[in-house]
C-alpha cells in the first residue's frame, strides 16, 4: 500500500487490509481494499478473470468490428435522414467522449450532443466542450441543474456515508440524455463507454454484500431512499428515470452504441489527436474535468473509504495492453493530486455545498456504510435477465408475426 494513503485519516476497521492482510494482483494493481477481490492459486485476481472472460474470450477479430461499426454508421445515417440529428451524444470534456464526437465528425455523423450542468465542471472542461461543438459544427444542448434541489440530493449521499457521491450526478446524466432523445425523435444514443481503459467485470457471486466504489447510479429506488432520509428540498426537476423506463426507452426508442468498442482505442493516441486538431486540453486524472469527482477520489474516497480508485483506472489500461503493471504500481505511490489542489477543492467543495467545518468533519468521520444499509432494488438488477427471459416466455403464445414463430419467418 501507498505511503501516501497508509497516513491518511482512514477510519480502522472499514479497511480490508486490517481484517484478512494486505495483497496486490500479480497481474494488474487491483488489490484487498476492494471487498469483492479474491485471487487463484497464482495470485490473480477475478477482475482479471472477468475482463478475460467477459471481454478478451468475447472480442471479435479487427475486420468484423470495423464491419459492424459501417453498418452502424450506415444504418444510424439512414435513420436520421430527413430529421436534425443523427444520434445523441452526452459530453463531459474529458478524453472518450471528446474522441467519439471527433469521430464523429470524421464518418459525417450529425449528433445532438448534450451537456449535463451539474455546477462543479472544471474551466478546462467547458473549454474543451466549447471547442468541440465550435470547430466541429455541432448542436449543443446544456442541461443546468436545479441547484438547490441538486445540491441537496448530493448532500443526502454525503449524510448518507455512502462511497458513490456521483450517482446523483451519473443517473442525470444518462436520464437526461434518454429523454433528450426523446424530445428531438432521435433513435440513435453514442456512447464513450469502453473496455480499453474502464472494464470491470469482476467474476463472483451475483450478490455481493458490497460495491467497493459506490453502488449502482441507475437504481432510482436507493437514490429517492437516500434522498427521503437525508434530504430537505423536494425532488420536482430533477431527471430521475426508473429501471423500467429506462429498458422501455432502450427497446422501443433508442438504439445504444458503444463505437469505441467497434475500432482501436488508445487513450494517449485519442489526446494527441485532440490536441492536434481541435485544441482540447488536458486536465489530468481521469473524470478530473469535474472538481467534485477529482475531490471524491483525491480525497473523499482514500479518507474516509481507504480506496484509491485510479486502481481500477490503471488495471483497465493494463488489461487492454495499454500499461505496464510496473509504471501503473509507481504512479500509485503518488497521491492523486498535489495537496495544494486538494485542499483547494475542498475549500471549494464546503463552500459550494455550504458546509460548515464541523458538518464538513461529521461527514468525513461518520462510520461509512454500503449501500445495502439502504432500501435498494438491487435484487431486481441481478435477476433481470431471468425476468425479462420469463415475460417473453408467456407473452410468446400471444404475440403474431415472425418474431413469435421464427420458423415462418422469411430467409
Known amino acids: 500500500m501507498a505511503d501516501w494513503i497508509r497516513t491518511t485519516p482512514a477510519l480502522e476497521g472499514q479497511i480490508m487490509p486490517g481484517k484478512r492482510g494486505y495483497r496486490v494482483c500479480t497481474r494488474c494493481v487491483m488489490d484487498t481494499t476492494m471487498v469483492e477481490i479474491d485471487f487463484d492459486h497464482d495470485g ?15 472480442q471479435q477479430t479487427p475486420e468484423v468490428c470495423a464491419h459492424k461499426l459501417e453498418a452502424m454508421i450506415a444504418q444510424m445515417k439512414a435513420d436520421g435522414r430527413g430529421r436534425d440529428y443523427d444520434c445523441v451524444l452526452g ?42 461543438c465550435e470547430k466541429l459544427g455541432f448542436d449543443l444542448f446544456t442541461y443546468v441543474v436545479d441547484w438547490p434541489e441538486f445540491r ?66 441507475a437504481d432510482l429506488h436507493h437514490l429517492r431512499a437516500l434522498h427521503r432520509r437525508f434530504g430537505t428540498v423536494p425532488l420536482k426537476t430533477f431527471p430521475a428515470m426508473g429501471l423500467f423506463e429506462r429498458i422501455w426507452m432502450e427497446r422501443k426508442h ?55 480508485k485510479r486502481r481500477l483506472h490503471l488495471s483497465g489500461l493494463i488489461w487492454s495492453g495499454q500499461l505496464d503493471r510496473a509504471s501503473a ?3 500509485l505511490e503518488q497521491p492523486p493530486c498535489p495537496a495544494e489542489l486538494v485542499e483547494q477543492d475542498r475549500q471549494f467543495f464546503m463552500k459550494k455545498l455550504g458546509l460548515g467545518q464541523a458538518e464538513y468533519n461529521a461527514i468525513m468521520q461518520a462510520p461509512a ?14 435477476n433481470l435477465p431471468r425476468f425479462t427471459a420469463a415475460i417473453r416466455k408467456i407473452l410468446t403464445p400471444f404475440r403474431t408475426g415472425p418474431a413469435a414463430n421464427p420458423a415462418k419467418a422469411k430467409p
Not at 44 to 58: I, Q
Open 44 to 58: 490473480v485476481c477475478n477482475f482479471c478473470r472477468g475482463f478475460d472472460l467477459n471481454v478478451t474470450a468475447r
Open 91 to 132: 459530453l463531459s470534456g474529458g478524453v472518450d467522449s471528446s474522441y467519439l464526437a471527433l469521430k464523429c465528425k470524421d464518418w459525417g455523423v450529425r449528433p445532438l450532443v448534450v451537456q449535463f450542468d451539474n455546477g462543479w465542471n472544471t474551466e478546462l472542461a467547458n473549454h474543451n466542450i466549447q471547442s468541440i
Open 152 to 217: 441537496d440530493l448530493q448532500l443526502s449521499f454525503l449524510k448518507a456515508g455512502v462511497a458513490n457521491v456521483e450517482a446523483p450526478s451519473d443517473h442525470g446524466i444518462f436520464a437526461c440524455i434518454y429523454r433528450t432523445a426523446r424530445q428531438h425523435r432521435i433513435g440513435w444514443l453514442l456512447s464513450g463507454v469502453n473496455n480499453a481503459t474502464e472494464a470491470c467485470c469482476p467474476v463472483g457471486p451475483k450478490t455481493k454484500e458490497h460495491f467497493s466504489y459506490g453502488y449502482r447510479y
Open 254 to 308: 433508442l438504439k445504444r452504441c458503444d463505437p469505441l468498442n467497434l475500432m482501436p482505442y488508445d487513450k494517449k493516441a485519442a489526446i494527441v489527436e485532440l490536441e492536434q486538431r481541435i485544441g482540447w486540453r488536458r486536465y489530468g486524472g481521469k473524470h478530473f474535468e469535474s472538481v467534485i469527482t477529482r475531490f471524491h477520489q483525491s480525497c473523499i474516497l482514500p479518507r474516509k473509504f481507504g480506496l484509491d
Open 329 to 331: 504500481m509507481r504512479e
Open 369 to 382: 456504510k454500503t449501500y445495502g444499509d439502504y432500501p435498494n432494488q438491487n435484487w431486481l438488477f441481478n
